[in-house]
């Protein structure tokens, strides 16, 4: 059916629909009054009577305006203009007609409710465009290099006046205070003795998801196409928005100034990445998958395509390279939230050949790969299949090794591992009273987050390139925790803090593709920047309370992070 087609078979329908509510209304009014001239006064006073919708289109006082005409039951309003119009007398039917009315016209106006507040909140988020030159002073710059020293007692200007052509919010002078001439038109933010580093970057995360502990892993095949269905309509659509759009918020405040979504439904992301970037709301720069692809009761069907050959994953990809993806999400095997038996969560979903297909296409198209992937022999297929890098991961054998680092059907030519420790640790290590989670899940996600945190210590020790992310969205795994990541990673492995925090900043820019864009504190750079009270190469720990970011320039002083509420603490798993 072509868009013309279309619009002449929906007008047909409101004409079908109308004929039968004048129908359905002069039957009734034939059963009230007995005569032609009482069956057409009540046709003119329904009609007349549409007039009593307008108050309602008012809101937060539409409803008490609607009721006040209604009231014209009882001598006032438009009730009796419309019968004395209508040359009507009062009956039951008139009455039900003005009842109905107010209900409908409460609907609406709570509808109308619900988008003003929600356009009163995106106020707080639009964009007020950084109008002052920045100077960042008295303070310790660990500007993302893994072999930099720390600068003690810098400086870091921020041009955000700049002429047509040049981009506003970039770094032009890094260095000691007695090095870096401060120009007049700068206005100097004295930090106090605080350090200043790259804002975290969270290679993998998903935007539908606030780490609380859902419900939906224990929902049949049955209830998650129903959800899906409502979540599709122009109010589910609405809630998911805000929703991504409060947790992209969060994870700004926490710290983390750049986020690479993993799936997110209906291209709901890449909305969010378009706003932001046009200027319309302040938040993190975003890299966007749009949605992912799956097979046929594979992993993550919510939020991606279902593909069950080459061919269906070839048009997936064409899909996705058409809405302007930033790269391409495959899930080529299964994972715990929807596992339904031991060992499902990791089992190859994907074939080699679709795997292949994938990657041939989205490397045309100038674009990375990334699968979720949480098995030896899963790594073994999707590494053949030529992705850019795995997700989650899973117990890395010799013989893979040589693939991750020289992989000839790679888009770069090697390939990377983001092991998001942090996405199934609370279910592995919370009791099943905690979270609700089934004896089977269980028992998945413990093997999954072994395998994972094998993976890890396995790359880091034969020079893997790792990349850094959670998973956020997941029960348990935050968007304002992504620091915990790092702490896995010092508590899994021999490396050291400076490491770690170069693999969630510079390390993640370049192996993400904006590394010429964000990810140091370099000239020439976005001033992506998180400040906190303490030096984080000692304690780790300090990079969870951020005092101050900078994102494109534009400067948060005391950044709130809305927790999660009542979401249990946990200590890492021991091996």
Known sequence: MNENEGSSYNLNKCIVFLLFLTILISLFAWITYGTLEGALGALAHTIVGLLNIFPWFIPFVGIPLGILDVLGIYGFGMYNLTLNLARLDSSWMPVVWYWTMALIGSAIDI???????GGIKRLKYRKKEPKANLALINCNIIDGNLKSSIINKGVILIKNVVEDGETPGLIIGVGKEEDIKIPENYNKVDLKGD??????????CHLTGSGKPMKLMNLSDKTLEKLTKLLKTPLGKKMLSNMMKNNASNALNAGVTTLRTMSDPFYLDLKLRDKIKKGKLIGPRLVCAGMGICITGGHGGMMAYTADSPTEVKKAIRKNLRKEVD???I????????SRKVGEAGRPQM????????????????LLVATHCESTHGIKEALLGGVDSIEHGAKITDDLVPLFKNNPKSLRGFTTLTSTTSAGMGMAVLSKEETKITDIKKENAVLIEVGMINGLQKAYKEGIILTVGTDAAVPYATHYNVWKELKNFLKY???????????????????IGIGDITGSIEVGKSADIQVVPGNPLENIDYLGQVSTVVIKGYLIMNPKVKKVKKLKEFEPIEL
């Not at 509808?111 to 507040?117: C, E, H, R």
């Not at 492995?493 to 192996?511: I, R, V, Y």
């Open 493 to 511: 492995t021999d490396m050291t803090a400076q490491e770690a925090l170069h693999f969630a900043t510079k390390g993640n820019a370049e192996n």
């Open 331 to 338: 899930l080529s095997t299964g994972g715990v939230m929807d």
């Open 327 to 329: 790269f391409i999400k």
């Open 351 to 366: 074939t080699i050949e679709e795997i292949e297909t994938a990657c041939f296409e989205a490397h045309r198209g100038g």
């Open 111 to 117: 509808i109308l409710m619900f988008f003003t507040i």
């Open 195 to 204: 350090y200043v580093l790259p804002g975290l970057i969270n290679a993998h």
